[in-house]
């Protein structure tokens, strides 16, 4: 804090490492709407995408998306990773529906929870990598419904529970939104106000340390790994109420973009460093993008190319790592 | 010098330990896949396996060298398809012509390769999410090339490229059509596996035993003893993830003769470079680096294809086989990972 008292103080508060991610992750924000807006003037002659309407909208389908980044940033946090989101996702949807009426909700979180403390077992009671144990966790939950579907879009159809927190509004707000404030209000307390959220950090920053200072390391990380695929739970639970139904493949479009969004609000991939306000950022600058990017009408193939592009730009621009050797 | 010799042969056994399992292991299932199989033990069959095994034997080369730095690359499976895509325009009209195309294509994976390694590390980003990030790039220019299905290669190329060497030699008319006496020994062997081999010898095996090569196990051992030994650290990554492009792009080749078409297919991008991972794993290299070879992740990718050969065979309900890969796979990395529990010091865990 020392070295930040000789700045001016406006700057001074503004400019930490902490916040430098979320500050050019929000100034990409705008850069995005402003393009996005003057497009829409150009050919259309209307500010869609700052009309409250299509805000919420677009916050609505990103809500999906910002469940399942919560969840990863808190296994990214510890330094691993969890690949497992994807078949995580589709299968909490799929036994969802399967189970239908009061029970599709808790079934679909739990779910979740089983694949999340496998992975957290495995990760941390037989040290395997998490980068190998979730994606070998991946494929058996993909081998599992597969089997159990047929290799077909299953044909129960999402209780109107589901939908209605999916796609229903108080207030003419979205109710999917008040469940990711929930999340992140949840993620939140337990990064700042929990000694869980302490052990957290410090496993990320140096986990034999950790240990040594007593902290219950293993617990700890079967616990993130086990919120983390519930969140994935949730998040597939809703997607199924979004769509009123479960099909194959539904999770694949959330893995990446949700490591993506964590690490573009400053998250540290190796661990240890990280605010969830730079995840919060990061998951809207990703749905905006997607968004101008449909709007724009760009081709596929231009959509990769920008995905990738402002992924590097923005990394470029953060404190870029010390130097690992020292 | 006795006793000298004894102990040497000791430690390379042990270290050869992972390698001599893998190969155990595929040869076990090979042999057993072989037996059951109506015609088995024969050059179609090898043909057939070769085929369907080469280009993902090469993705598993390719990941192998960024893994044993420590480091992955998401980006292998992207390389492949982009370079399947170019390869789908370029592999026909005249022998030149197809010369040049493949030199365009082989250098075209090592340039991406090299993309790679100049954001790792002039760019300074941590591997995974660089390559997460150039991938996507490399998936976009493929789309831009191929946005649908489609290609024209030269039909003789990807005839001979994809059969055994006696089909080379009826087809370009050397040796007597292929019917010279002293040709038949060999004529069997298929065109894939013996490329395999050629690539394992003369760009594997002369890079591992390189300065370069020795200093990416040293990064992948200690990168900071590996900085204080005086070795050239950031030309050692750049040159690991060059060479890994250059895998990458062999295999997106191959994959272009012997599908004769281009497909920028995101889903199939993304099965080879996570199959890539698992294959390195079965493989023994270890994914925090500095040990295992890519000579072991081949070995690693035939298990990984040869469980599915077996699928074949016994008939079993193909709604049932990804759960089985997936199965295995887990079981792969859990029996290695048992050791763990008979650590008595629990402070050994952490690295």
Known sequence: MTTTDTMPKAKSRLWTPENKPVVIASGCIVVILAIGTAYTLATQGTATLLSPGYMLQQLQVGSFLGIVAAGMMLVILLGHIDLSVPWTVAASAMMATAFGGAAALPVGLSVGLAVGLVNGLGVAYLRIPSMIFTLGVNAVMRGLMVAYTGGFAPQTAATPLMQYLAVGKILGIPVALFVWAAVSVLVVFILRKTPVGRYIFAIGNRESAAYLAGAPTRWVIVFAFGLCGMMAGLSGTLLAGYSTKAYQGMGDAYLLPAIAAVVIGGTHILGGRGRYLGTLVGVILIVLLNSVLSIMQMPEAGRQVIYGSVIILMLLFYDRGRQERQ | ?351
């Open chain 2, 1 to 351: 010098m006795s006793h000298t010799r004894k102990s040497d042969l000791s430690i390379i056994l042990r270290q050869s330990a992972p390698l001599i399992t893998v190969i155990a292991i595929f040869l076990l299932f090979y042999i057993f896949y072989n037996s059951n199989h109506p015609r088995g033990f024969s050059t179609a069959v090898y043909i057939q396996n070769a085929n369907e095994v080469f280009a993902l034997v090469m993705v598993a080369m390719a990941q192998t060298v960024p893994v044993l730095m420590g480091g992955l690359d998401l980006s292998v499976g992207a390389v492949m398809t982009l370079v399947n895509t170019l390869a789908s325009h370029l592999l026909n009209g005249s022998p030149l012509e197809i010369v040049f195309g493949f030199i365009v294509c082989l250098l075209t994976g090592a340039l991406c390769g090299f993309v790679n390694g100049c954001v790792v590390v002039y760019g300074r980003i941590q591997p995974i999410i660089a390559t997460l990030a150039t991938g996507a790039i490399f998936m976009g220019l493929a789309l831009f090339l191929r946005p649908t299905p489609g290609g024209d290669v030269d039909g003789d190329l990807a005839w001979v490229m994809t059969n055994d060497l006696y089909e080379i030699a009826a087809t370009y008319g050397f040796f007597d059509n292929g019917e010279a006496a002293w040709f038949q020994p060999v004529a069997w062997l298929p065109v894939p596996a013996l490329l395999l081999v050629v690539v394992a010898l003369f760009v594997w095996m002369p890079f591992s035993r390189s300065v370069t090569g020795r200093t990416v196990y040293a990064i992948g051992s200690g990168e900071s003893a590996a900085y204080m030994s005086g070795l050239p650290i950031d030309r050692a990554k750049i040159a690991a993830f060059t060479l890994g492009g250059f895998f990458a792009g062999v295999g997106g080749i191959y994959l272009t003769l012997q599908t004769s078409s281009g497909n920028a297919d995101i889903p199939q991008a993304g099965a080879y470079t996570l199959n890539s991972i698992a294959a390195v794993v079965i493989g023994g290299t270890s994914l925090l680096g500095g040990v295992g070879t890519a000579i072991g992740s081949i070995f690693g990718a035939l298990v990984l294809r040869t469980i599915s050969f077996n699928f074949r065979i016994f008939d079993i309900d193909p709604l049932l086989q990804p759960l089985f890969e997936g199965v295995v796979l887990l079981g792969a990395v859990s029996i290695g990972a048992l050791s763990v529990l008979r650590i008595k010091n629990t402070l050994e865990l952490f690295r």
